[in-house]
């Protein structure tokens, strides 16, 4: 990845001067208010929309792994590429009941529907967790790839990245955040496809692909005694994380809630749906490719994390060889300033303002600013803790979304459902999901100290996939029992905030935000995640 020349060294250097002068522009409009700067005025159209959800969901460490997961034999993991279709839950489903509370954040809709001790839950869990995983996660990712692209030292590589990023997003907010967002979208679509592009034809196309791999290389169901990915856990388990992750996660969320009405804020998932589908053409292709041409002796690479950097140096010519590396930088900077903005907010709207109800806008945006470098600094600390954790405990860290995720899906989906859910019910799933996943890790990383017979190894040793479609069962027993044998919340609370109580109004309302275009763009979406699941049976 370090064979550029001046041409490329162009492209890289043009594609930061674009980036400052679109971050100059947008952050010289002044924030007059919170909702300016959490949730950009909430006048975003469709296009930027659709573009942001897509550049927060791809980071450097995402392009990079999937490539590896296409070259490494890990093809069942593709599932998590065609949530494409979950995406389009978020506009259909969950989007017009945030809107109408007119929420900055998660949290704020739990205290709506529930109560302000699940905003105050998932607040703190939220910021935990992003601080932990997310933040520590792409920081420590992105600099050993900012590192590898410029020959540069890793430090220097993590704090370049995190400093410029961490800038931007702080002193322009959202707004910000999202516009550069949509100018990495193009950039990182124009690199990635133009390698994909030059893999296909050095391979022969689809054929040639296929001839150079092992039989059944390209099937994504294995059967459901598979130790690894059993295809009905596989199933159940990455829709859970999806629904969580595109539907409730303020990091995918806040840039739906920006958007300038319903029907824009929809428009722009279902765009955001079908942008969601190129990965598995632009990163995971790219590395089946490279493991093909190195089953023919055409490359050469010994980890299949190699496999992208690998295939560019080779295939890509000078000029695009500098654009596929400025599309990595601008993944990095996109996912790294999604998570900055999203711990500002939450800090700011659901700590800071419930502690401080008359603080002056003006100030909320002051603590906003704040808050993102205070996270800029906890990243940077944390980078010296990530590089010494062992390669076992990084692997938790990034499938620790398993274990959160069924609470905190079952909770949301059952409260926009049905009425009788309530704040007790929830409350009690969140926090025995909560001390269950808490028992389940500690668990996983203990096994080897585990007697191999006992009931504690077998419950740490589960398949996690396996484990995660349980655990969500087991939270929905818990939310309906616990709500079933309190009292129910009153007609006030719960009106609007579940389909059973929405009122004409409210369904005329959702029935003028969509056209027949709309319909037939999200058909299209789950017309092709079927397409891809039929054509990687084998």
Not at 97 to 122: C, D, H, I, K, N
Not at 294 to 308: I, V
Not at 490 to 502: D, I, K, N, P
Request: hydrophobic share 55%; aromatic share 12%.
């Amino acid at each position: 990845m370090q064979h550029f020349n001046l041409l490329d060294w162009a492209v890289i250097g043009g594609y930061f001067l674009i980036l400052l002068l679109l971050a100059v522009w947008v952050i010289r409009q002044r924030q007059r208010d919170s909702t300016d700067y959490f949730l950009a005025g909430r006048n975003i159209g469709w296009f930027v929309v659709g573009a942001s959800i897509f550049a927060s969901n791809i980071g450097s460490e995402h392009v990079v792994g999937l490539a590896g997961a296409g070259a490494g034999g890990k093809i069942p993991m593709l599932i998590y590429e065609l949530h494409a279709w979950i995406v389009l839950l978020l506009g259909w489903v969950f989007l017009p009941f945030y809107l109408r509370s007119r929420v900055f954040t998660m949290p704020e809709f739990l205290e709506r529907r529930f109560s302000p001790q699940a905003r105050w839950f998932l607040t703190l869990f939220s910021l935990l967790a992003y601080v932990l995983t997310k933040v520590s996660v792409t920081i420590y990712a992105g600099g050993i790839v900012i590192s590898t692209l410029l020959a540069i030292d890793f430090w220097l590589g993590a704090f370049i990245t995190v400093v410029l990023t961490g800038l931007y997003t702080a002193l322009g907010g959202l707004r910000a955040v999202v516009y550069t967002e949509a100018l990495q979208t193009v950039i990182l679509i124009l690199g990635a496809g133009a390698l994909t592009f030059f893999g296909f034809q050095a391979v022969g196309g689809w054929s040639g692909m296929r001839e150079a791999l092992a039989p059944g290389y390209l099937n994504m169901w294995r059967p459901p005694d598979d130790p690894e990915f059993p295809w009905p856990s596989l199933l159940m388990a990455s829709t859970i994380s999806g629904i969580w992750y595109w539907c409730t996660d303020q990091y995918i969320v806040q840039r739906a809630l920006a958007a300038r009405n319903l029907q824009q804020g929809r428009r722009g998932t279902i765009f955001g749906a079908l942008l969601k589908l190129m990965p598995v053409f632009l990163f995971l292709l790219p590395g089946v490719v490279a493991l093909a041409l190195k089953n023919r002796g055409e490359l050469m690479w010994d980890r299949p994390d190699q496999a992208f950097a690998a295939l560019m140096a080779q295939l890509m010519p000078h000029g695009l060889r500098g654009l596929v590396a400025a599309g990595l930088l601008a993944a990095l900077m996109s996912s790294l300033a999604s998570v900055f903005n999203s711990c500002s907010t939450l800090f700011t709207v659901d700590v800071y303002k419930k502690i401080r109800p008359d603080a002056p806008e003006t100030q909320l945006v002051r603590v906003g600013r704040l808050a993102t470098a205070v996270v800029v600094l906890l990243g940077i600390a944390w980078i010296p803790i990530m590089q010494n954790i062992s390669g076992v405990l990084y692997e938790y860290l990034q499938s620790v979304q398993a274990y959160i995720a069924p609470p905190i899906t079952a909770v949301f989906l059952l409260g926009i459902f049905s009425r009788r859910i309530n704040a007790k019910g929830a409350m009690a799933t969140l926090m025995v999901g909560l001390l269950v996943a808490v028992v389940r890790l500690v668990l996983e990383i203990s096994r080897p100290a585990l007697n191999p017979q006992g009931l504690l190894y077998a419950f740490g040793d589960l398949n996690f996939l396996t484990f995660a479609s349980w655990f969500f069962l087991f939270c929905i027993v818990v939310c309906v029992v616990v709500s079933l044998l309190t009292p129910p919340q009153s007609e006030e609370q719960v009106h609007g905030l579940t389909y059973a109580t929405l009122s004409e109004e409210h369904r005329a309302e959702l029935k003028a935000s969509y056209d027949l275009w709309d319909i037939l763009a999200s058909a299209l979406v789950v017309g092709i995640v079927a397409w891809i699941m039929f054509t990687f049976t084998g």
